[in-house]
Each structure stands twice: as C-alpha cells, then as structure tokens.
C-alpha cells in the first residue's frame, strides 16, 4: 500500500529522507519554505543548500569516523552521496563539492521524480495532524513558529536555542599519570561512585599562563543574527578569564574539595575537570569549557593543561545559535516523538552536527518511515556502525541527568570513534606485540572500520545476530 509522507524542510536531511521515501516506492511531498520566506543563512532557493563549508570531511573510510558514514550512505543508496561524488572538486584526502552544482543536482533529482511533489510554502506552526506521517527536518534556523508549537508538545526546556559547546577528548587520549578520578568532596551524584570526574591539576605558573593565553587567543565572533547570547551560567571561558585572573579559580577551575593522591600535600592553584559524556565511557567533556576560541586556538591552549598535553578532540567548543531538540528524552528509537508519534525528526534539530550527518539522520528517518508504511519496522541498527553509533548518540546515548549527568548533558556531535563501543579485543602487532602511538591508533580505527563493515552487512542482509543500537 502507497502511503504519503509529509517532510518539512528541503536541506540535507529533508532532501534526504524524501528520497529515500520515494526510492521506496512512496510519495514525498517535500515542504520548503524558501524563496517565500528566507532564512538569515540561506542566500539561494535550491534545495540541500550548503550555506557554511562546501566540505564534507574526510572520505577516508578505514581511519575516519565521517569516511565510513559515507561509505555507509553511499551503500544504502544516498542521494546527498551520489550528488556530491559528482560534483566533487579537489580536496586532498577530503571530499569537497562545487556548492551550486551539488544543489542543482539534488533539486533537479527531486523534481524530476514521479513520487516526489516540491510544494514552496511554509509550514507554520505544527504539521496538521491530517497530514498523517511526517517528518521535520528544519536544521538549526528552525522557524519561531514552528519552534513555539514543538515547545508547546514536549515542555519549556525541550529546546535549546543557542548552543554552548564545551570539547570533548577521547579518554584514551587523557595522561591517567597527571590526571586522577574524583568528586569533588567525594560526594556521589545520582549514579555516580563519588569518583566520577577526571581532574588535571595546574600550579600557580600554568595557571598564569594558561589565562594569559586564553584572553590573548583568536576569537570567532558572532554572526549577524546570533547576537551576543551571553549570560552567566554560561560564559565562554575567555570571558570569564577576561574578567580577572582569579575568576576561573573561583569558577569552573576551583580547586576546593579535590586531593591529588600523587601529591595529597601540595594544593593545586586551579583544576580542571572532565565529566563522562556518552554511556559507553569513552568520551568526557571539559567542564564549564564553552569558549568562542577559534578551533587550532583550543587545540594548542587546552594541551597546556597538564594531563591534556595529547588530548585528541573528538569536538571543539563553541556558542552559536543552534535550535535542536533535547531528543535523548523526546525521541523513540526511530526518531518519532514520543508526544506525537507521527512527528519524526531528522538533521540538525535532532542534536547531529554537520552536513553528512545530518543527511545520514534524514536517511534512516525516510528508511524508518517507509518501514511503519509497509508495518515491517527495521531491525535496530548496529551501534558498531557509523550510522547505529550517531542514532544511538542522537536517542540516548548521552549521560542523563539522572547518571550524574547534570540538568541538560545532551549537546549536539559529530560522528566520531568516541561513539562506537569499545573493540573487544585491540589490535596487536606482529607476534602478538603491544602497540602504541600511531600505529596503535591506525590499526585500532581500522578494526573498528572493518567491524561496522561487516555488521552493517549483516544488518542490509537481514542477520539480527549483531550488537544493536541502543533502545
């Protein structure tokens, strides 16, 4: 039986999702506000309109987390792959497009398939319940209306509008002889032992230094509509230092309540600390860290810290305006929301970060929304891959509050090897030797690469007998 799905919003995810529906055999009826109604962002009218970047990563599908989503996109029949494969322009190692042929591309596929009708108008408000199925696939510029009745659904707190992003490092990246597991006072959160931070100590001297380098370090300002969103609970951390240089010692770097056990005598002058940021205990965010540095600014300041000094980002901070959904408590496994399950949601509203990712969400909430069609739901999938990992991220893998994760812990990421679960084995070299440093690193993101292979395989062929994402 024919069914048709509404989708509201014509950049990557929407374009996405709505082909995926068509391919499927359905009729997309694709809403896209522009040219009616602008955006602050968008300068033309075509659809999957690339309004930052023209970049779309790494295409390295063995030792990059956002090479193997495209891969994964390309086998599972992605028209946001297929259109930028052909209009690619040289970018090293990454796969970069010619912005204006990639959106013809994609507008002209829409248009010219039968299953696909294109209606220019906005969508005000909520999706009329007669509409039946739906799916939002808005971005980050959602439309007030539409942002007001989503808020009136799902609660005050169910969006934020301006992002404060702190880095987050890959554990394994942290020096354990440096930094130590503590809460401060020792006192246990919900959930938590009592040791549920990482703390990297500074003396007088680095803490000097480090302030002096975050008031001198470059800043990104602000676009013109974001304004100046500043408030105290969250200040970028150049801010605060610029407010004296004791400020951050009596903030997010107090030291009070915490013991070195290397050296229980000597009181640090400032510490930093790293709270768990995804169930799997892989990535820890920097405490109070949200900063508008520019990216290599962050990278070379914050590997001043002790502990820190090969850290490995798996993202940098920011504070922007971003309109996405608190969607670890909203959505269902299968990004319907659970206040209205006819309501899906897909790219950057749901909390994914970049144009492949975003794409990659509006693929699976088509694929999710052709199987409810045809009442034949698709089997989770594998958390293994680089798509199971990022809807697993986006549904509830975060730390809740209620895990000791503080009052809103869910922040929008990019995929990364941070989000897949651990090896169950790491690779060795020859004659079972113990690898470090590179070549440990290599041999790890390849193994991890060929696993999500091999599972997403087992998935596409119908084989139920792999780790799946988390419900």
Not at 1 to 19: K, N, R
Not at 161 to 173: K, L, Q, T
Not at 176 to 195: I, N
Not at 277 to 299: I, R
């Amino acid at each position: 039986m024919t069914q048709t799905i509404h989708i509201v919003g014509g950049g990557l995810a929407g374009s996405e999702a709505a082909w995926q529906i068509a391919e499927a055999g359905h009729r997309a009826v694709l809403h896209e506000m522009r040219p009616r109604r602008g955006t602050e962002a968008h300068r033309g009218e075509g659809l999957a309109e690339l309004v930052c970047s023209n970049s779309f990563r790494s295409d390295d599908a063995h030792g990059n987390a956002v090479g193997l989503l495209h891969q994964e996109m390309r086998s599972l029949g992605s028209l946001i792959m297929r259109a930028a494969d052909a209009h690619q322009v040289p970018a090293g190692g990454a796969l970069a497009v010619d912005r204006d042929g990639f959106s013809a591309a994609v507008t002209a596929a829409l248009a010219g398939h039968p299953n696909v009708t294109v209606v220019r108008e906005e969508v005000e408000g909520l999706p009329p319940e007669e509409w039946g199925p739906c799916i939002v696939a808005t971005g980050p510029l959602t439309a007030p209306a539409l942002a007001e009745g989503i808020r009136g659904l799902t609660g005050r707190d169910s969006l934020a509008f301006f992002d404060a992003i702190a880095p987050i490092v890959h554990r394994d990246s942290i020096d354990m002889e440096v930094a130590w597991f503590q809460s401060r006072y020792d006192k246990p959160g919900p959930g938590g032992t009592g040791a549920d931070y990482l703390n990297c100590p500074m003396d007088r001297e680095q803490y000097d230094a480090f302030v002096a380098a975050l008031c001198a370090g470059e800043k990104i300002g602000f676009k013109e509509w974001e304004g100046t969103p500043y408030f105290d609970g969250c200040l970028p951390i150049e801010v605060m230092a610029e407010r004296g240089p004791e400020t951050l010692r009596h903030g997010p770097m107090k030291p009070v309540g915490l013991t070195n056990p290397r050296a229980p005598d000597r009181k640090p002058c400032a510490i930093v600390q790293l709270r768990q940021d995804n169930a799997l205990g892989t990535l820890y965010n920097m405490v109070g860290f949200q900063t508008k540095l520019t990216y290599s600014e962050q990278v070379r300041i914050f590997r001043t810290i002790p502990g820190l000094e090969n850290a490995e980002f798996a993202r940098l901070g920011g504070l922007h305006r971003n309109t996405y959904l608190d969607s670890p408590r909203l959505l269902d496994a299968t990004l319907r929301l659970k206040a209205r399950p006819a309501l899906r949601f897909a790219g950057q509203i749901t909390g994914c970060e970049g144009y492949v990712e975003s794409a990659a969400v509006g693929l699976m909430a088509g694929r999710f929304a052709v199987a409810e069609a045809m009442d034949a739901p698709l089997q989770p999938l594998p958390q293994t891959t680089a798509l199971g990992a990022l809807i697993a991220h986006i549904t509830g893998g975060h730390v809740s509050a209620e895990e000791g994760g503080g009052p809103r812990s869910f922040q929008p990421m990019n995929v990364n090897f941070g989000l897949f679960p651990p090896l169950d084995r790491m690779p060795r070299g020859e004659a079972g030797r113990r690898l470090r440093g590179p070549e440990k690193a290599a041999l790890k993101k390849r193994a991890l690469t060929d696993r999500a292979r091999a599972d997403l395989a087992a998935w596409m062929a119908g084989d139920i007998a792999v780790p799946a994402a988390a419900e």
